[in-house]
């Protein structure tokens, strides 16, 4: 059985235009030590996705519905305080996007790292700031770090200090949400070792949200592309990048300038979606290239399974078209 | 290391507002001649002193007026009378600094003494006493009632804070005073009209207490609604703006509870901001409280002021109006220590 | 940088704007009126002047008052006859008869009965007797005062004329030999016998105005008819003008204080004054404060440092008591007052405007513009002033109500112009006159409400300026 089995998510806000429909009937499943790329443009929807696992919605929340399985329990039908206590931070963690303003100018950040055990496993101060100790080694920090302050830090520091303080409770998963959009390329590649060295030695599972296919490419084992809210395509890392299915996904990857060659970079015409009113049908159709006019403008395709584990969105795979 | 350097810039920088003011209010009467009227006063007091008690050793008229002739002229000598007025600039400012402020020509102390700074001494604990009521019940109302209001952006409470806000800022304090004592004391007849004790004092300790305290209550109320306006507003706002911060979500992602992420994360996080606001409203909150004591007859500095200006009393205006500006920089200096303690950020340059 | 025609749509949006360009409207058109119905020496010719209030009655209620507490206060009157109604001789003498009729409806007697003569004139070396006679309700007459206007002294040739730079003001209900009239009246009409110092204890007017219930007397309701009867031996002798005035609790659209004075008018004269203190303080300040910001943000250096240790000195300085300060020593003219306002009134505004200064200064356009060979005054004017002149209005705005603030402030403490009646300078004279203690709430509510309803108009118009001025704060369509 999955660690996380995530089945029909809907989330959708609340505006004065509509609803903005953010995540729009997505599935997906994370296996145990399992790494799962969100990939996409902004606004797709994939930071919706993960405050909708970890449960922090805003007050303009019009939809939340589906299933969220986690190691068996469906978490929709936990009440606030449970999910508190019993699966918050403890059992689902989370790396926030801008780990700049993550962190409590005010206040040590080893006392921020130490406090959710504090709070949660009435560990007493001295103990806690011990295991924060712990922590900043194993992210790659001095311990005598913990006596500082959040602006003495700098910003490959603060990211490793948020990622400590992911890890404080042992949770079994983490999802990080840009987890380095905010630094530049050196600092970006020793967090990603970092991460990398982590999911190794603790066995961790992760979802990992960026807009960067590259970087998805380099931890993650499966990798969903989400579209407008849905996911257009999901299978392992290899499939996508070398055989990918969906027309969006396949220029996702064109547009990845290489270092070596001199393929010139293609680009996606037209703009993202407004999510208050989608087109209907196939989301992806007023900028597809094989859109064809008629099935793809009036039905929104189903997701289906192609060679086994290779899952797409796509009127070209499910019987139809061609 | 750091954080001494900084305190030690933010009191110098202080204490040159103070001597800007001193060296200010010296020269303004200096050139206008009324601190030759002052220092007159002074040498006036002086021989009337020293003819009561020669008088009580030389019997012959002739010889004491010749004795006290000769003191005159010392004492004029000594106050720098015979010189002008800018040359005597280094000796006032001293003196004021040492806080010999001279004598009143109108007011007496309850003990009768005509020294200024005895008449000073007994009036400023009323008056401290007063505003430190104020500033507590200002502390505690504006951080339940604004952060309430700021967790509940909208409601009924948070669009009557505005409300509140916005006529508490037009609305002049004394003449709030003034209906308070018309409404409460004249017509409800609930509460004294002014004053500090009733007259007699009672003389049991605990119904001297409950005598202060009814006493306390318009003036407190007065000063309360004129000044928690902008203090509620202010928290309010600076509340909600903290509160949209990332760190405070990651903080509930951390499954901490709503109260602690509230206090620890939202309040403690919007303090520094509010402080500052808070720093930049202490002079109109001075200037309320010499109205409201005018208003009320508190016997404190404020109404002091009050009766200097009444009665033209040249030496007491200037005594006051410094040691006024002496007590504003030594809040201004307490509020700057608290941010420095509220605020790593500032602890290093 | 948006057009004036967003500008104004944006402004217009919110409701506080609408209130408060309705308030402002409000105000100036008092302002106005009052402007150009009032002298500019009212303060001193009028207000300060006793002698012009002294036929109202004192610390009266305003007369709708009465409206409210069902018409049982007597409103005051004053009404002068200056024709006379008959003329006739009798005897030796010709006789003129001024006329005056008042109606009694409240149930309260007169305070007090006052005659007042002025520019009598007679020919004849035998000056003229002037009779005070009054016609009950009940068809009875009491005569209340017989009057000998002075004989003409030898230096002086006809027309003699009398009570012209001073009236003659008779106070009847105060004459000792009217006590012997009202006994022998009171014995006619009611049988009732009283000796003159009896009657003076219960009171004229009770007598006068009363008629007997029982063992008190009652105000008699009615009509009264007031004759002046002037004796003359010519018949070119007249009198000027006759004024009867009975004194009553209420008078005026706003009541009197303790001098007499109408406080309807010193209040509307508080409008134009309010206006005027506010807006010069707030122009002025922001005057110095927006062009010491720019030139210190733009040119730095050494003008710059300066400049700004004077604003940080400044603004760490208690406003108050140096305001007390400064006022006292150099005295309380009100454009003193302004200039101490305005001195403590624009380092706040020069701070603010020197760092958004900063802020544009680093902009591109700027640099392009320096590398075009721009002067620096140029690029202050044309470049730098548009991008803050926004926030500039809207703080010349919210100064407004702080100046008339402080103003009305000075004034309690007995620091205002007294040669100019402003609200604050009304309420200081009823505080001082005990009115708050004696619970003479309409002088100590309307003035401060007017202060309250002014200082409010310039604050809703700020709020409503807010969300044009600061973009991140305008409500999203």
Redesign the interface.
């Known amino acids: 059985m999955a660690l996380l089995e995530v089945r029909g998510l809907k989330l959708y806000y609340k505006t ?1 235009r509509g609803p903005i429909k953010a995540v729009d009937d997505v599935d997906f499943s994370v296996e145990k030590g399992e790494t799962l790329g969100l990939v996409g443009e902004s606004g797709c929807g994939k930071s919706s996705v993960a405050i909708s696992i970890i449960r922090l919605l805003p007050r303009n929340v019009e939809v939340y519905e589906g299933r969220i399985f986690f190691d068996g329990i469906d978490l929709m039908q936990l009440s606030e305080e449970d999910f508190r206590r019993k699966i918050r931070w403890k059992r689902i963690s989370m790396v926030f996007q801008g780990a700049m303003n993550s962190l409590n100018p005010v206040l040590k950040v080893g006392f921020q790292v130490a406090e959710p055990l504090v709070v949660h496993q009435n560990m007493d101060k001295e103990e806690a700031v011990r295991r924060a100790k712990e922590l900043f080694k194993l992210v790659g920090l001095p311990p005598d770090f913990v006596e500082r302050y959040p602006h003495e830090l700098s910003g490959g520091m603060k990211q490793r200090v948020v990622i400590a303080m992911a890890l404080a409770l042992n949770p079994e998963m983490v999802i990080l949400d840009e987890p380095t959009s905010a630094l530049d390329v050196s600092i970006q590649a020793q967090i990603m070792n970092l991460l990398k060295s982590l999911k190794r030695e603790l066995g961790l599972s992760m979802i990992f949200i960026t807009h960067d296919i590259a970087l998805a490419s380099d931890i993650c084992d499966k990798i969903g592309v989400m579209y407008a809210g849905q996911i257009v395509e999901l299978s392992s890392i290899e499939n996508v990048l070398l055989s990918p299915k969906h027309p969006y996904t396949q220029k996702l990857i064109a547009s990845v300038p290489l270092l070596r060659g001199d393929r010139v970079p293609e680009f996606i015409p037209g703009a993202p979606p407004d999510l208050v009113d989608p087109p209907p049908g196939c989301r992806f159709h007023p900028r597809c290239p094989h859109s064809d006019g008629m099935r793809c403008v009036k039905d929104v395709p189903p997701m289906v399974g192609v060679e086994g584990d290779h899952f797409v969105r796509c009127w070209l795979y499910s019987g139809g078209l061609k | 290391m750091g954080l001494g350097r900084k305190l030690a810039f933010k009191a110098i ?2 204490v ?2 103070l001597v ?2 001193l060296f200010l ?1 010296v020269i ?2 200096g050139a ?1 001649g ?1 601190s030759d009227k002052i220092l007159n006063g002074m040498v006036q007091e002086a021989l009337r002193a020293m003819r009561q008690e020669l008088a009580r050793e030389i019997k012959d008229p002739e010889a004491l007026n010749r004795a006290l002739e000769k003191i005159r002229e010392d004492l004029i000598k000594s106050y720098g009378l015979d010189r002008p007025w800018y040359a005597r600039m280094p000796d006032m400012i001293w003196r004021i600094v040492t806080l010999d402020l001279g004598v009143s020509r109108s007011v007496t102390s309850f003990s009768g003494s005509n020294k200024i700074s005895d008449i000073i001494l007994e009036r400023f604990p009323n008056t401290i006493f007063l505003m430190v009521t104020v500033l507590m019940i200002n502390f505690v109302v504006s951080l339940f009632v604004g952060v309430r209001a700021a967790t509940r952006p909208g409601s009924f409470l948070d669009r009557s804070i505005s409300l509140y806000s ?2 508490s ?4 304090t ?2 709030l005073g ?2 308070m ?2 409404v409460f ?3 409800l007849r609930l509460f004294p ?1 002014g004053g500090m004790y009733s007259t007699p004092p009672p003389t049991d300790p605990l119904m001297r207490g409950l005598d202060l305290a009814w006493h306390l209550c318009l003036p407190v109320l007065t000063l309360v609604i004129a000044t928690s306006g902008s203090w509620i507003y202010i928290t309010r706002s600076i509340v909600i703006t903290t509160a949209q911060e990332d760190f405070v979500t990651v903080a509930r992602a951390k499954g901490l509870p709503e109260r602690l992420v509230l206090w620890r994360y939202v309040i403690r996080a919007a303090a520094p901001p509010i402080l500052t606001n808070l720093m930049l409203g ?3 909150y ?2 309320g409280a ?2 409201t004591e ?2 009320f007859s508190w016997p404190g500095m404020g109404l002091l ?2 009766e200097a ?2 009665s033209v009393d ?1 030496a007491l ?2 005594a ?2 410094y040691i ?2 002496l ?3 030594i809040i ?1 200096f307490v509020l700057e220590v608290l941010y420095i303690i509220v605020d790593p950020r500032v602890r290093y340059t | 940088m948006s057009s004036p025609r967003e500008f104004f749509s944006e402004f217009w949006a919110s409701k506080t704007s609408k209130a408060g360009m309705l308030f402002l409207i409000i105000v100036v058109s008092f302002s106005l009126y009052t402007v150009a119905t009032f002298p500019l020496d009212y303060g001193t010719r009028y207000w300060n002047n006793p002698k012009y209030w002294a036929d109202n009655p004192k610390l009266a209620m305003p007369q709708w008052t009465n409206f409210f507490l069902g018409n049982s206060f007597l409103e005051h009157k004053i009404i002068s006859m200056s024709a006379p109604q008959k003329m006739y001789p009798s005897g030796a003498y010709y006789v003129k008869s001024y006329e005056a009729s008042f109606d009694l409806n409240a149930d309260q007697f007169p305070t007090f009965l006052t005659l007042k003569l002025e520019s009598v004139s007679f020919f004849s070396s035998k000056a003229p007797a002037i009779v005070l006679l009054v016609t009950r309700p009940d068809n009875r007459t009491i005569e209340l005062s017989r009057i000998t206007v002075e004989p003409p002294l030898f230096t002086e040739e006809p027309p003699y004329v009398r009570y012209v730079d001073e009236p003659r003001r008779v106070l009847v209900s105060g004459d000792p030999r009217l006590s012997i009239t009202l006994s022998d009246f009171l014995l006619n009409a009611y049988n009732l016998s009283l000796e003159p110092g009896q009657v003076a204890d219960i009171g004229y007017e009770k007598v006068i105005f009363g008629e007997l219930c029982e063992s008190t007397f009652k105000p008699l309701k009615g009509r009264y008819l007031f004759t002046v009867l002037l004796y003359a031996r010519d018949a070119r002798d007249q009198i000027g003008k006759a004024t009867i005035v009975i004194g009553g609790q209420v008078y005026g659209f706003m009541g009197t204080d303790i001098l007499g004075r109408d406080l309807a008018q010193g209040l509307l004269f508080g409008f134009p004054v309010a206006l005027l203190i506010g807006f010069a303080t707030s122009v002025l300040s922001t005057l110095i404060g927006a062009v010491l910001g720019i030139v210190s943000g733009y040119v730095g250096g050494r003008l710059d440092d300066v400049i700004q240790r004077i604003c ?2 400044m603004n ?7 305001l ?3 006022v ?3 005295g309380n003219k009100l454009w003193i007052i302004v200039a101490v306002l305005v001195i403590f009134g624009w380092p706040s505004l020069a701070i603010v405007v020197r760092s958004m200064v900063l802020q544009a200064k680093s902009s591109s356009f700027i640099e392009a513009a320096i590398s075009l060979g721009a002067p620096k005054w140029w690029i202050m004017v044309r470049h730098i002033f548009p991008q803050v002149a926004p926030f500039i209005l809207a703080q010349m705005i919210f100064f407004t ?1 702080a100046a008339i ?1 402080s103003e ?2 000075l004034s ?4 205002g112009d007294p040669s100019i009646p402003t609200w604050g300078q009304i ?1 200081e004279q009823g ?1 001082h006159s005990g009115a ?4 003479h ?1 309409w002088w ?2 309307p ?2 409400l007017l ?2 309803f002014s ?2 108009t310039f ?2 118009i700020a ?1 409503g300026l807010e969300p044009v001025v600061n973009p991140r704060l305008r409500r ?1 369509r």
């Open positions: 004065v | 920088s202080l040159i507002v800007a003011v209010t303004i009467i206008t009324i916005s006529i800022y037009a609305l002049p004394w003449w003034m209906l004592i018309l004391a004249f017509y009209y202490l002079a109109a001075l200037g010499i109205l005018a208003v002021y009050f200006i009444m040249e205006i200037l006051l109006t006024y500006t007590i504003y920089v201004r | 940080d000195i760490n300085m208690p406003q108050l008591p140096l007390i300060f400064l006292f020593i150099f109500p603030l009305a402030a309690f403490l007995g620091l309420l505080f708050v203690f004696l619970g709430w100590v509510l003035p401060g202060i309250v200082a409010v604050v809703l709020l999203w």
